[in-house]
């Protein structure tokens, strides 16, 4: 009995601090000289295998190509946030067909914007970033893959 009261105080106490933290991403969007609007972005905590990544929140780019979006998670470890832009950006496509490709771009948010709160204490402003060129590791889809797409989309 003694083992089981000592099991859930443990159990209670290492949920208890699982800490609330928060993250805030924000910046302009343009493909070329004009804003990339309706590019959807999506604010991940990104894992290890074998646990998927796992979306916090998503928004679109308004109509100046502009975003912001944020999230918050309960854990007891530093969470590891990126931010991914989905769109369709000087996108040759599949046998030179437009469109028919989405362009996928991941960024790492620094730690140090990570707020230990329920609320955005400190937003990362990734300022304008233009979509045309490729960006390093870029990923291009054309096709819908189940087994990439767990935890992913």
Known sequence: MQLL??????????LAAAAQQSIGVRGQLMCGNAP???????????HTFPRPDTQLATVKTDSQGRF??????SSMFTIDPAV?????????GMFNIPNLCQRESTYNIPASYISQSG???RWYDMGTMNMEAK????????????IRAIGRR
Do not use: I, M
Request: charged residues 20%; aromatic residues 6%; neutral net charge.
């Open 5 to 14: 009261v000592l099991s859930s105080a443990l159990l209670a106490a290492s």
């Open 36 to 46: 990339l609007t309706d590019a959807d972005v999506k604010l991940w905590l990104l």
């Open 68 to 73: 912001q979006v944020s999230g918050t998670d």
């Open 84 to 92: 991914r832009f989905y769109h369709r950006c000087n996108n040759k």
């Open 119 to 121: 609320q955005v204490q």
């Open 135 to 146: 960006q390093k590791g870029e990923e291009t889809h054309c096709a819908s893959n189940p």
